[in-house]
């Protein structure tokens, strides 16, 4: 059984990131989609038990999928919960150098892993949850940025 691990903050879940999740699931027996609770972060928008309860609110029909969340590092994790591969999202080539040295490190702490790069559809190439964030924060359009059931509140977020 092929068990992969999706790590990510997810501060919100945008359609870029679902569409990795989609397309990551067809691939493995078991994809943990998982939280980072990263404690020097401090303006998230959501908390760690939002984001959690969002991506199974936006992946509940896909069957394969676990949502967890952890702290500390990735492989370590990895390990804890036996995942053979990393799956990682790029949006552009800036994406690729960061990712990839990353990648390596992972593979020096845990020489079993292996990453999976897999690239975005291009109608999300430009989406991050950053951008997500900043044009809700303004009150812009972010239908088809992020998925339908959680759009309504990332701009609850910002009307307190």
């Not at 303006?43 to 394969?64: G, H, M």
Request: proline share 4%; net charge positive.
């Amino acid at each position: 059984m092929i068990k992969a691990i999706y790590p990510g903050s997810f501060d919100p879940v945008t359609n870029g990131h679902l569409d990795i999740i989609k397309r990551a699931s067809k691939l493995v027996d078991k994809l943990v989609v998982s939280v980072l609770e990263n404690p020097h972060k401090k303006s998230s928008l959501f908390t760690v038990e939002e984001r959690i309860e969002n991506l199974k609110l936006v992946t509940k029909d896909i069957k394969n999928i676990e949502i967890s969340s952890f702290r500390g590092l990735l492989v370590d994790y990895a390990q804890q919960i036996d995942a053979q591969v990393i799956i990682r999202g790029l949006r552009a080539v800036t994406d690729f150098e960061s990712e990839f040295q990353m990648a390596l490190t992972n593979k020096s702490l845990f020489p079993n892993i292996e990453t999976l790069f897999i690239p975005t559809s291009i109608e999300y190439l430009y989406l991050s949850s950053s951008t997500v964030k900043e044009i809700a924060m303004f009150g812009g359009n972010i239908c088809g940025m992020v998925p339908c059931e959680i759009k309504e509140s990332v701009l609850k977020k910002f009307r307190k």
